[in-house]
């Protein structure tokens, strides 16, 4: 609960921030070091041996910058060629607390993302208002020869599928968390200040690796990406239980 409300709090810090020094805290790192904040216009600001709290952080934005910085999609490059990983072992690695202007809410939270507008709009795209878990269906086969290894290999796969379908919708009822099948894996969501995004869930981070997926999205916030066999309880109740 207390770090529910401490990210809470650090987003707040993090508009405020951008409205009233013209500029935004895109990334921020904490370590044992302390605190590396990177901002929007190409500086880094940091806070020796400081913890990860909301008022160190309101301190590094008033410091004074001391190196330049850019980012590829996978790590952050600054100083005099220093590189920093933003993800580690398929996720974003633990030391991120702000990635892209967004609380780190999990480490399996979507990343890759667009603005929404029409002329981007896929037409297949599903538009999630509310809280809810999407189980993205796998592609249907169809085969000539119904007898054939492949075809047999097919069946068993979707009626694992189906196995581990059943016992995530189970999982999400027992938490009163709507649930819905569907083939389709574009999405548009509105995050807490409405601004609306559109992102594939087939390429939701850089590295993305599971083939059965669920998509946990909380109203207003950026969804999490679950591997359908391991809904991992303690990682989507810390999630749901964001404010």
């Not at 790590?75 to 996720?91: A, C, F, M, R, S």
């Not at 909380?218 to 066999?229: A, N, S, Y």
Request: with cysteine; glycine share 4%.
């Amino acid at each position: 609960m207390l770090k529910g409300i401490f990210i809470f709090c650090l987003s707040l810090l993090v508009s405020f921030s951008a409205s009233a020094e013209s500029i935004n805290l895109r990334y921020l790192y904490a370590s044992n070091g302390g605190l590396i904040g990177f901002y929007d216009d190409g500086q880094v600001r940091g806070c020796a041996q400081c913890d990860f709290i909301a008022s160190n952080v309101a301190t590094m934005q008033e410091s004074k910058p001391y190196a330049k910085w850019h980012n590829t999609d996978m790590e952050i490059v600054w100083g005099d060629g220093e590189i920093i990983p933003l993800y580690k072992e398929g996720g974003i690695a633990d030391e991120w607390k702000i990635f892209e202007s967004q609380p780190v809410i999990s480490t399996s939270m979507v990343t890759k993302y667009e603005p929404f507008t029409q002329s981007t709009l896929p037409p297949d795209a599903l538009e999630l208002k509310e809280t809810t878990a999407v189980m993205i269906i796998p592609p249907l086969k169809t085969f000539t020869d119904e007898n054939s290894t492949e075809a047999q290999d097919y069946s068993t796969t979707m009626e694992d599928w189906a196995f581990y379908a059943s016992q995530a919708r189970s999982f999400f009822e027992s938490l009163h968390v709507p649930v819905i099948e569907s083939d389709r894996h574009r999405f548009v969501i509105a995050l807490a200040d409405n601004r609306k995004v559109i992102f594939d869930a087939n390429h939701s981070q850089p590295q993305n690796e599971s083939d059965w997926q669920l998509v946990l999205y909380r109203k207003g916030q950026l969804p999490i990406m679950l591997d359908l066999t391991d809904t991992e309880s303690d990682v989507v109740n810390k999630y749901l239980a964001q404010p």
